[in-house]
């Protein structure tokens, strides 16, 4: 079976600030990561999705995902963040077909 | 279409009342899924189609709980005797078919039960 745990419920960050988001998984056998963004009142955005090859994942919006694989982890980060990153983030993963997502993180940025 | 549409973007029902909820995938996608979200929490898996076929319908929760998707394009998830507990949003995401391909995720319906 496979589970997602994102450690932080709620980030607050100011703006033009460094952000990291922090993803951990378990699973007995290989997966795939994506990272998921929700504005309110909106669907869910794909951000970045790990397959196979270079563990650095570029993503829309300036963000950046490093898959860990001895650590088991998919952290998301973003150099400087801006007003209109606020929203929930969620990482999943999958080896079949449908995704395990995690609680999410909640981002806001402060002015 | 440009995206996965899905109707109505909300719902509120009576308890006992019975609902369904409507998905239009992207043009030519073959997977489709189902996914409940509660409040503060993540979206969880509730049933899969590729194509026609329903291949996992493991996350139903009950069987009050019934999808179809006839001729492999709208799906319609159906609710019976629906309880306070089926209120949440209900997403709908399509991909084109492949193990790793991108899920592309519908704006949900926002269902309330009174």
């Known amino acids: 079976a496979q589970s997602v745990t994102q450690l932080d419920s709620q980030v607050p960050v100011f703006e033009e600030a460094p952000v990291e988001l922090r993803c951990n998984y378990s699973?007995?056998?290989?997966?795939?990561l994506f990272w998921y963004v929700q504005y309110p009142n909106q669907g869910l955005q794909l951000l970045l999705k790990y397959l196979s090859g270079s563990t650095l994942v570029k993503g829309i919006n300036g963000f950046e995902a490093e898959f860990n694989k001895s650590q088991t982890s998919f952290h998301l980060r973003k150099p400087s963040v801006h007003i209109s990153d606020t929203a929930e983030y969620f990482c999943a993963v999958t080896f079949g077909r449908p995704l395990v997502f995690g609680k999410g993180t909640r981002l806001s940025v402060i002015a | 279409g440009a995206g996965v549409s899905q109707s109505p973007r909300y719902k509120v029902a009576k308890r006992g009342q019975d609902v369904a909820l409507r998905c239009d995938p992207i043009?030519?996608?073959?997977?489709l899924f189902w996914y409940q979200q509660a409040l503060g929490q993540g979206p969880e898996f509730l049933t899969y189609?590729?194509?026609?076929?329903?291949?996992?319908k493991s996350g139903l929760p009950s069987d009050r709980f019934f999808a179809e998707r006839p001729e492999g394009s709208v799906s319609t998830l159906k609710i019976q005797r629906t309880q306070q507990e089926d209120s949440a949003v209900y997403l709908c995401?399509?991909?084109?078919?492949?193990?790793?391909?991108?899920?592309?995720f519908g704006p949900g319906t926002r269902l309330t039960v009174l």
């Open positions: 189609f590729q194509n026609e076929a329903q291949l996992d």
């Open positions: 043009s030519g996608h073959v997977s």
């Open positions: 995401a399509s991909s084109s078919g492949t193990r790793s391909d991108t899920q592309y």
């Open positions: 699973s007995s056998v290989s997966v795939y």
